[in-house]
């Protein structure tokens, strides 16, 4: 294994014979050609943030029409500041110059300035547009005259140009405040099916006593913090739901994220790897340079895209108290862990991105190295899947000077992390346990083979198959699915390989060989390391995956039925669980608020009083499927109109979890909320969007066909479902739970969704 140089650039020796200057010419091209890249990078942003501020203006047509104008009033062919320009030349500085010269700079001022208010009036207008919600809530092609107008308006204020991804950003909407009255009325009802009436009563007049009493203070608190932040809920939600949590954040909060279920491209682990690689540094190259496209909605409502710049470069890094998310730029190196030894991998030489071939030459130089770990490095990993304090504690003590300190430095300031794993797994149509292992292997490994803490962990499986472990706190799992898809459509759909397996292309120089990194691991420091893996090794244990692949039908038969797949769905899991645990439970499901500036997610309850009438008419053999259908579709409308307030800014839980903030910094105590606050989600669901990227289609590739992804149990007696809808006859179910926990079992809750299905469906079908 070629370790790193030992020489460093310059050297200087002083003798009798004078001064002699020694330096590696190959190491000083390369730090020449760095400086060169973070250089251009930098101008990049520059460039993109002036586009950015003109848009939907380009720059060379704004230019254009402030030298039209001014050279119109040089001129006198026509003034068309009228009179404006030679009278602003009587001013200061203007008449220090010559009558020409004062003209032709108060013309210049005052063009530039008209346009830029012009501009400015554009945009402003373009933010009025975009807060109207009406459009979420009318049936596509059945538009009232109303959002038609709408449409035309927006269309035209957005002009022809192709946006960038960050072009929407100052013109995105700000989150806005519900009302205390709405908030709590909502509440109420979303309670009301799983209280009886002694407690519904009770929870009734705590509501009541909180909106006349404190909530009142603690809400006009809140109204200032709205009136002063692009977002009033996102900095608090990451700083407090995540980064204060000092519980271990491998499965707690950590997710995962498959590969093409069929992908069949490779067997060979470094080509696989190298061509993933070369994929996503090719995306965070687009990020840089703006050239993703941003997502719209119906092609003209815009999503926030404030996420995407920490998919890459970022690190959750420990503290005692709270974490923090560090974010670094432009790493031209990752690192790989592969048989308990850490490695940094450059992915850069002579100022640019290394191909496939040159990728695949660092991953093959690391598989086969012999040597072995040095002592404590294999379980070092463990370290981010413990306790966090734990881990600060140790970081502190252990990794803030020397070559800890630089090896630690390495792992966090690299674009990614990959684990590069000996195991082997994929799906068997014949056996579902093995895509279960497939899926739990990737949400937490043995619990020391992921840097947790990193933004990703790209996992690559000796046979090729891959996937990604993702760190919460910077961002939610549709910005990373983003990258991903576009990762894995890149390698299945342009990239490719050669007949044997390997990458395509050839090694046009050689890239400076991956370095092992060092570490003095003293016996403190490891007993330390042995406690947090102790631990992480019995989170793995305790955790009960299961993988459904449901293909009897999908989203083909739900259209049929005129609801909403999603609700439908949400409509069997409420079934299963009603079967599973006898009763009805708080229920969450993630919604997104991206229409929002730095909006990031608000929780739909879809445990209602329809969905419960719906549910209790399933069990009831005496009700006809007439009724059934008739109650089905009352709830599905009922969620569906949940859903789309949730996304327009009208949810419930974000709103209260603010309020109990303000309450904390106010110290003082609202029993309402600590009630409403401490209320387990014994079910918790989420969504996975199918596709973003536009580059996918499984009716005529289905080796494309993705399972999504999943995550752990939030309570310690329920469930986690993560499901993804791929194409219109397949749904993916992520069922996890604990073993520990004698009320839940991930393989019966399996069969009770299995199951739900096909009676929902069986009341259309008689």
Not at 307 to 331: A, L, W
Not at 527 to 535: E, H
Request: positive net charge; hydrophobic residues 40%; proline residues 4%.
């Amino acid at each position: 294994m070629a370790e790193a140089k030992l020489a460093v650039a310059f050297s200087f020796n002083v003798s009798h014979e004078g001064l002699r200057v020694d330096y590696d010419k190959e190491l000083v091209r390369e730090l020449m050609h760095t400086a060169k890249r973070s250089w251009r990078y930098r101008f990049i942003r520059f460039w993109n943030n002036i586009k950015n501020v003109v848009f939907p203006f380009t720059v060379p047509s704004l230019m254009a029409l402030i030298v039209l104008t001014s050279a119109l009033t040089v001129t006198d062919y026509w003034d068309p500041t009228f009179g404006f320009a030679r009278k602003l030349t009587a001013f200061l500085p203007w008449r220090y110059l010559n009558p020409r010269e004062a003209l032709i700079a108060s013309s210049l001022t005052i063009s530039t300035t008209t346009w830029a208010t012009f501009i400015f009036f554009v945009r402003w207008i373009t933010q009025l547009l975009l807060n109207y919600r009406g459009v979420l809530y009318e049936r596509r092609g059945r538009y009232s005259w109303k959002t038609k107008a709408w449409f035309m308006a927006v269309k035209l204020l957005q002009g022809s140009k192709k946006p960038q991804l960050y072009d929407y950003q100052g013109m995105m909407p700000i989150l806005p405040l519900p009302s205390l009255k709405e908030t709590m009325r909502r509440y109420l009802r979303s309670v009301r099916p799983l209280l009886d009436d002694s407690n519904y009563d009770r929870m009734t007049a705590l509501a009541t006593d909180f909106q006349k009493g404190v909530g009142r203070k603690f809400q006009r608190y809140l109204y200032f913090k709205h009136m002063i932040s692009s977002n009033y809920v996102s900095d608090w939600w990451e700083e407090y739901v995540y980064l204060r949590s000092r519980s271990p954040i491998m499965i707690n909060s950590n997710f995962y994220a498959m590969d093409a279920l069929l992908f069949r491209g490779t067997r060979i682990q470094a080509a696989r790897a190298a061509n993933l690689t070369h994929a996503l540094l090719t995306f965070r190259r687009m990020i840089h340079r703006q050239d993703v496209t941003p997502l719209l909605l119906d092609k003209t409502i815009p999503l926030c895209s404030w996420q995407y710049h920490r998919t890459f470069d970022t690190c959750r890094v420990p503290g005692i108290e709270t974490d923090k998310v560090v974010h670094f730029h432009n790493s031209s190196h990752i690192v790989v862990l592969s048989k308990g030894r850490f490695y940094k991998v450059p992915t850069h030489g002579r100022g640019r991105l290394l191909n496939p071939k040159e990728l695949e030459l660092q991953f093959e130089r690391i598989l086969q190295d012999n040597s072995t770990p040095q002592p404590g490095e294999d379980l070092l990993a463990a370290l981010t899947a413990g306790e966090r304090k734990a881990w600060a504690e140790v970081r502190n003590m252990y990794f803030a000077r020397g070559t800890n300190r630089l090896s630690l430095e390495t792992i966090e300031r690299a674009a990614f992390f990959v684990a590069l794993d000996d195991e082997e797994f994929s799906y068997d149509e014949n056996d579902s346990n093995k895509l279960d292992d497939y899926c739990q292997w990737l949400l937490h490994g043995n619990g020391k083979n992921r840097w947790y803490d990193k933004s990703f962990t790209m996992v690559v499986l000796k046979n090729g198959k891959s996937g990604l472990n993702v760190e919460h706190s910077w961002a939610d799992a549709p910005v990373v699915g983003h990258a991903w898809e576009w990762a894995i459509t890149e390698d299945l759909g342009f990239m490719g390989y050669e007949a044997d397996g390997h990458t395509k292309g050839v090694v046009e120089l050689s890239p400076t060989p991956p370095q092992r990194l060092s570490w003095e691991i003293s016996e403190e420091c490891m007993r330390a390391i042995d406690t947090s893996y102790t631990l992480a090794k019995s989170l793995c244990e305790d955790v009960d995956l299961r993988v459904l692949m449901f293909k009897d039908y999908g989203k083909g038969f739900m259209k049929t039925c005129k609801v909403s797949p999603d609700a439908y769905i949400q409509l069997a899991l409420q079934l299963a669980y009603r079967r599973d645990a006898g009763k009805f439970n708080l229920t969450y499901e993630a919604s997104m608020t991206r229409l929002f500036r730095e909006g990031r997610t608000e929780t739909v309850r879809p445990c209602t009083v329809e969905s419960c009438a719906f549910v209790t008419a399933m069990l009831d053999e005496s009700v006809t499927n007439l009724e059934r259908q008739r109650l089905l579709r009352v709830s599905c409308d009922v969620h569906q109109t949940a859903y789309l307030d949730c996304m327009s800014g009208k949810g419930i839980d974000r709103h209260l979890f603010c309020l109990y903030v303000v309450s904390r910094y106010l110290e003082i105590e609202s029993p309402f909320l600590k009630e409403v606050l401490s209320e387990p989600w014994r079910l918790s669901t989420s969504q996975t969007p199918q596709t973003q990227t536009g580059r996918t289609d499984v009716s005529k590739h289905p080796e494309q066909i993705s399972p999504g992804g999943g995550f752990g149990p939030v309570a310690d007696d329920g469930y986690g479902v993560s499901y993804i809808i791929s194409g219109e006859d397949i749904i993916f179910f992520h069922i996890s739970s604990k073993l520990s926990s004698p009320e839940t079992d991930s393989n019966r809750f399996r069969d009770r969704i299995h199951q739900a299905l096909l009676d929902i469906k069986a009341i259309f079908s008689a």
